[in-house]
Every structure is written in C-alpha cells, then in structure tokens.
C-alpha cells in the first residue's frame, strides 16, 4: 500500500525558481531524471502558482488520488468527515489521521475538497500516504464501513460518554471508525444516530471547547492506542 501512494508516481510535472533549483540540486536532479518535465519560472510566477504567501520555490503538480469507498481494504481504523468545511482543519486531520495509523479517511456529504490547496498544504504529505475517500454519501460510508466490521464511533462534546470511560476503552480495542462533524456545529441529532456511539474528549481545564483537528487528533490516538496495547 505503501507504494501505491507514493507521491513520486504521480508528479507529471515540476516547477522551480532559480534559488529553489541551487537548494534542492539533488531533489530537481532526480525529477528530470525520471523523465518528468522540469520548468523553471521566476519568482512572480511561483507566487501565482503557489497561492501561498511564502512559497518554498517548488510545486509539483500530481494527479489525483482519491480513490473508491470500495477499494479502502479492510482498515482498523478510519477517520469520517461529515459536513467538515474548514480546510486547514481537514488537512490537519488528515495528518493526524496519518499519524496515528489509520487506513484510510473519508470526504463525506459538504466536506470539503481534499485537494483545496490549504487542505493539501495542512496535511503536509499525508494525502499521498493513505487512502482518502471525496465526496462519499455519509449514509453510504458509514453502511460500507459497518459491512466490513467497524464500530462507528461519534466525536460529540455534549455525549454521556466520556474518552476516560474503560468500558469506552475497551470498546476501542476493535475496529473503529471515527466521525467528526461540523467545526461550528458539530454532528446534528440525525447524524449522531448513524453511530453506535457518541463519545465525548473530556476537558480539565476552562477551555470551552477544543478545535476540530485537535478534538479529533485525541480520539484517533486513543484508538491507536487501544488497539496497539489490547490483550
């Protein structure tokens, strides 16, 4: 799996400015080789392509690599967007999800576009490590991934049960499948009973709330976590 979302296989072309060429000498060197076109623009122009107000001086371009929710294998632990439209929240999930080992993320309902270049800049990689599902029906994800054996598991801040819970613990050990709402307003009570249950980060502190992407970095380690030390 790891091969077929390596980023390299899927760079058809490569832009570079002049300073960035003289740092990455190695890197551009490599590209050209492979046979991918190399274009080298000046620096206005990179900041035209980029869209960013600091660009590194490289772009690749690649090609998309999303794929069906039927090609995502047999994962034992998922990430679910429903209605998730902030794209630095959803690329940072994306990494998280990366990081903490899950299979595969999916795009559901009005999630936003993967591939919105703040998304693909938050997650900083993580789009070309794992499978990532766009545009999926929330209903159809959560069939799918109930069929292949996964809990569906609600982020809600306001759910009686708590993360801390062992019997919530417990439960984490299996395959699971997160769901995480809207940053504004969360998971409404008709997506809340999709799950089989709603689990809610518990908050020590005055904080009133957390943000989406660190909410969701928490429950997706815990189930890392779980499923790693289980007996």
């Known amino acids: 799996m790891a091969e077929a979302f390596h980023c390299g296989a899927r760079v058809t072309d490569l832009f570079v400015t002049v300073p960035a060429r003289s740092r990455h000498q190695d890197l551009v060197t490599t590209i050209a080789a492979a046979g991918i076109p190399v274009h080298v623009v000046s620096g206005e122009v990179m900041d035209e392509l980029a869209q960013t107000v600091t660009p590194q ?17 047999q994962p034992g632990l998922v990430a679910l967007l429903a209605n998730v439209r ?9 990494r998280s999800a990366d990081a903490a080992g899950a299979g595969a993320v999916v795009f559901a309902d009005a999630s936003v576009d993967p591939y919105n270049g703040k998304c693909v800049r938050a997650s900083a990689g993580s789009l070309f490590h794992l499978p990532v599902v766009a545009g999926a029906r ?3 994800a959560v069939g799918a991934l109930r069929q292949i054996g996964l809990r569906i598991v609600a982020a809600d801040g306001r759910a009686g ?7 919530v613990q417990a ?4 395959p699971t499948a997160w769901m995480f709402g ?10 809340l009973a999709l799950a089989d249950e709603s689990v809610a980060v518990p908050i020590y502190g005055r904080a009133e709330s957390l943000n989406l992407a660190a909410a969701a970095a928490v429950c997706l380690y ?3 976590r779980a499923q790693r030390v289980r007996p």
């Open 182 to 191: 809207n940053e504004a307003w969360g998971l409404p009570p008709e997506l």
């Open 86 to 94: 902030d794209p630095g929240n959803a690329g940072t999930l994306l």
């Open 171 to 174: 439960r984490l050990t299996g």
């Open 222 to 224: 815990a189930s890392a």
């Open 161 to 167: 049960h708590s993360l801390d819970d062992p019997e």
């Open 138 to 140: 929330l209903e159809d």
């Open 57 to 73: 001086g490289l772009l690749a371009v690649c090609g998309f690599v999303d794929v069906p929710l039927a090609e995502v294998g």
